[in-house]
C-alpha cells in the first residue's frame, strides 16, 4: 500500500493539488498608488510572502494584471508596479486569482 505523501504547506495530500491555491489565499496583499517621476500615478502590490513567491509566479501575475487593465509595468523587489492609477480594479483581479486583499 502506497503511503500518501502530504503538501508542504497545506498538510493534506499532494494528489489534491490545492498548495498554489491555498498559498495565494494566505498572503494579504495590499494595493497602493504612489506618484512617480512627473507625478505620474503607479499602482503598487505588495504583501507578497518571499517564502511562498516559488508557487506564485509574480512576472506571470503582473502580466496577467497588465493585460487586464491595458498598462505596463514590473516586478520589483517582491512587489508587482502597475503604471496607471489602476486601485480600484486590480483588488478584484487579484481577489479573482484566489488572493486575500486588504
Do not use: C, N, W
Request: charged share 35%; aromatic share 4%.
Amino acid at each position: 500500500m502506497a503511503k500518501d505523501t502530504l503538501s508542504d504547506i497545506a498538510g493534506l495530500p499532494d494528489e489534491l493539488g490545492i498548495d498554489e491555491d491555498f498559498a495565494r489565499s494566505q498572503q494579504r496583499l495590499s494595493v497602493r498608488v504612489e506618484s512617480r517621476r512627473y507625478g505620474k500615478p503607479t499602482t503598487v502590490v505588495s504583501g507578497f510572502d518571499p517564502e511562498l513567491t516559488d508557487r506564485t509566479d509574480l512576472k506571470e501575475l503582473a502580466s496577467e494584471l497588465k493585460r487586464e487593465v491595458g498598462a505596463g509595468g514590473t516586478v520589483r523587489d517582491d512587489t508587482v508596479e502597475v503604471q496607471g492609477d489602476h486601485a480600484d480594479r486590480i483588488p478584484d483581479l487579484l481577489r479573482d486569482r484566489g488572493f486575500d486583499v486588504a
